[in-house]
Every structure is written in C-alpha cells, then in structure tokens.
C-alpha cells in the first residue's frame, strides 16, 4: 500500500494530515491519469458528506480537475454509492467522495471511483499518489483547456430513483413502523424521500439524527454507536431500526427489542433468500476473516458456500467479480449486492430488508433476521501511530503471544490481529464461546502490543 491512499482511499485529520493543497494536487493528478487514457475532455463527478470541511476540499478538488482540463459535476451532500451509480449512469470518466465514513467529524478522507464505478485499481492509485507526492508541476495552462464546473441537482433525484426501484410492492400488507438513523451524514439528504410514506410499501417511517451540522456526523449516532436508536425502538414500539454511517455505505439494524442485527445477519439472511428466489449466484457469499463463525455454520446448513476474504469491502468486491457472486459483505454493514450497485450501500441493503418484512408479515425483524446464532466476538482496539504498525505486526513477541491465545482457544475460538487500514489503530478480536475468557486473553494481547510500542 502506498503513502497516501488506506484500504479505503486517502484519510487523515483535515488541515493537518489531509490538506487542501494535497485535495488540490490530487485533482490535478486524477485528470492527468485519466488524460492518458482518453482522448477526449474527461468528466468527473464530485459528492461529500456532511463535514464542515468537505467544503474545503470539494473547492480544492474541482480547482485541480478544472485547472488540467476536466468537467466537473457537483452533486453536493451525496451517500458514497451515489457517485459510484452516478458514475455509470452518465458515463463519467470517474467520481470522488469527499468523506472519512464512520470516523468522528475532524476527520475527512477522499475516495475516487472509475468509470465502471469500482474504486481506482491499485495501479492506478499508485499512478495518481506518485502525481501528488511529486515535484513535477502539473498544471497544463492555456484557457481552451481548462474544464468547467456545473450543479449535479438533477443526477441526485436520479439516484433516489434507482434506490426506490428496489423496493417492491406488496400491497395490502400490514403497516410497520421503521426508525431510521441517519447520522447527521449523507443520508440525511436522501433517505426521507426514498422512505417516503409513497415510496416505502406502506411502512409508516420516522427519522433521527438527520439535522447535520458539519461537526454532529456519527455523533453519539449512526451504525456504530446504537445504543439511541435500539433505545428508541423500543420506547416507540417500532418494528425494526436501521442506522446509517456517516456516508450511508454501511447499514446496520435492531429488531423489535433492541437487539443490533449485524452485517453477517443480514448478509445470512439476505442469502437464503436469494437461493430461494433462484438468484443466488453460484451459490456463494463472499466474507470477511471477521465474519462470525454462526454464519458459517448457517450457510453450511444452508448449503450455501463461503469464500472468506481478507479485511475491506474492497478485498470482498474483488472476490466477488472473481468468482461470480451476488452478495457479500462485512460484518460492519459493507453490503455489496451486485446486480445492482458497484459498492456498498446503505440504503439499498435497508431497502432489501424491508422487500423482506413486507413478504413476511407474520414475522417480526427478529424472526426473519435471527436465524444466525451469533457466537460471542470480543474487540479492542489498540492506539499505534501508522509508522510502527509494520514493527508491532512483525514483531516475535507479539505472534509468540498471538500463537499462545490461539493455542488455548484451539478448536473452541480464534484470533484475529491486524492493523486498521484507515485509523493510528491495530485491532484486536477474539471469537469463542466464554466471554470471559475472551476479555481476559483481548487484555492480555493489548498489554503485549504496547510493550513493543
């Protein structure tokens, strides 16, 4: 991996690790790599989410785009997906996301998609990184060359439309209350009309966190800190809760008694439904190495196969498009269904669960989604700047200690040590099935890791 760009593009604190002049640079490279390969004036397609400072770099981004030639499309507060569909359905020659996802609001990040809708390949990522870190100057000048930049109003109602496209119609079936968190992100801009009370199926749909104000994303909020809308859900007796991250790539839920459905439940379950209806690609899911274990026991009871992957949606969508599948995803709430988006998205997997609610009226979300037996997972995260995640990774003391855990959880648990592609972070999970045990041994490697610090 290179200097800049993470498992998920390029993030940083913005005004210290992620600057303007960095945004602006690369802008400027993106339009040159794209130069090379076509002939023509190329298009680009810009979105954000809800940061004070995606202003910043949305200005910075488009200067550099502009200035080497290329038009620029603003399409403003935007979820991830949007730009990745977006994409395609112009026929751009590549979009950016201005956002750090799930990461509090003083951080921000970049992502920038292909034309095909994918995430730059890691080729092209270390064309356009080599771009920005060098010393040649980039700029072209020369007034016939410099692109334009026009408002993206129309392309976001387009995107509503495809997302509300994948909610089926079941008339006469019983009204549900749905609690959606938005998270003070992306979402926000968009959910109210995909949900809409004409375009949800009849679900009677309410809303929180969705006042954004360029510090409050993921706030206390959204699909990775619960503990409100599970609250809410059950005070308000809804049926089901759905919670988005702060870019709405990501979609997790909580039954009717506040249980969290994670990624793996509805991964689970949105694959045996896929078999029944005939669409399950061959017959495969594509996971993670973080993937609890009931699933895999699920799915083997379903016989249904398992490719697990290394960490990332992206590892995941690689393996996807290799072998064929139609569904994979993280236990996070990365959920790629491929037939009809190139990435994850939040929306769109909220938008499967309720086709399934609403085909299922006897059932309550807890029904429909518990079928997994969840088997109990522990996590920690250990701080560790980026520059030495590489020593503690190698270091003998640590896999001597990793080796010993998994020795004393053989056959009963495993062990999973790795960096975070995105945060000063190595993470630490235990799966097993004494809780306690898993606490004690999760301290155990912490205390080792910050030993060799």
């Known amino acids: 991996m290179g200097k800049l760009f993470g498992t998920d593009g390029i993030r940083g604190i913005a005004g210290e690790e992620l600057t303007a002049e960095l945004a602006f640079r690369l802008g400027l490279a993106v339009s040159r790599v794209l130069t090379e390969k076509e002939k023509e004036k190329t298009k680009v397609i810009i979105g954000k989410d809800t940061r004070l400072s995606g202003d910043m770099f949305e200005a910075a981004i488009t200067a550099g785009l502009s200035a080497m030639g290329s038009d620029v499309y603003l399409v403003g507060v935007v979820p991830t997906p949007a730009v990745a569909h977006l994409v395609r359905k112009i026929g751009a020659d590549a979009g950016v996301m201005i956002s750090a996802s799930h990461n509090p609001s003083e951080y921000n990040g970049i992502k920038v998609f292909g034309g095909e809708g994918y995430k730059l390949s890691d ?5 356009v990184e080599a771009l920005i870190l060098g010393d040649e100057s980039l700029g072209k000048g ?9 408002g993206g109003d129309r392309l976001v109602a387009e995107y509503e439309a495809h997302l509300i496209s994948a909610i089926e119609k079941h008339p006469g079936t019983k009204a549900r209350k749905v609690l959606f968190d938005l998270s003070n992100g992306s979402a926000s801009t968009t959910a109210k009309t995909v949900f809409s009370p ?18 409050n994303i993921n706030r206390n909020c959204g699909s990775t800190q619960m503990n409100a809308l599970c609250r809410f859900v059950v005070d308000g007796g809804y049926d089901v809760g759905i919670a988005f991250d702060g870019d709405a790539d990501r979609c997790l839920m909580c039954d009717e008694h506040g249980n969290v459905i994670d990624g793996d439940q509805i991964i689970s379950c949105f694959a045996i439904e896929m078999k029944k209806d005939g669409i399950l690609a061959e017959n495969t899911a594509v996971v993670t190495k973080l993937t609890n274990l009931g699933f895999h026991q699920l799915m083997n009871r379903e016989g249904i196969r398992v490719i697990t992957t290394d960490v990332g949606d992206r590892c995941v969508l690689e393996e996807m498009i290799r072998c064929g599948a139609a569904i994979g995803g993280e236990q996070s709430g990365h959920i790629i269904l491929r037939s009809q988006a190139t990435t994850g998205d939040g929306q769109l997997t909220a938008a499967f669960a309720l086709n399934l609610l609403a085909r299922y009226p006897e059932l309550s979300a807890s029904e429909i989604f518990g079928a997994m037996r969840r088997l109990p997972q522990v996590s920690l995260n250990v701080a560790v700047p980026s520059a030495k995640k590489a020593t503690v990774m190698e270091s003998r003391e640590v896999e001597a200690l990793r080796r010993s855990v998994e020795q004393k ?6 062990v999973l040590l790795r960096p975070s592609g995105t945060e000063a972070l190595v993470r630490i999970m235990l799966e097993g099935d004494d809780t306690e045990e898993l606490n004690r041994y999760a301290l155990l490697l912490r205390d080792g890791i910050e030993a060799v610090l």
């Open 198 to 215: 004409k375009t949800a199926n009849g679900f009677l749909c309410d809303f929180i966190a969705y006042d954004p104000d360029g510090v």
């Open 409 to 414: 959880l053989e056959g009963r648990g495993r």
């Open 142 to 150: 020369g007034e016939r060359e410099i692109g334009r930049v026009k």
């Open 123 to 127: 080729e092209l990522e270390e064309k």
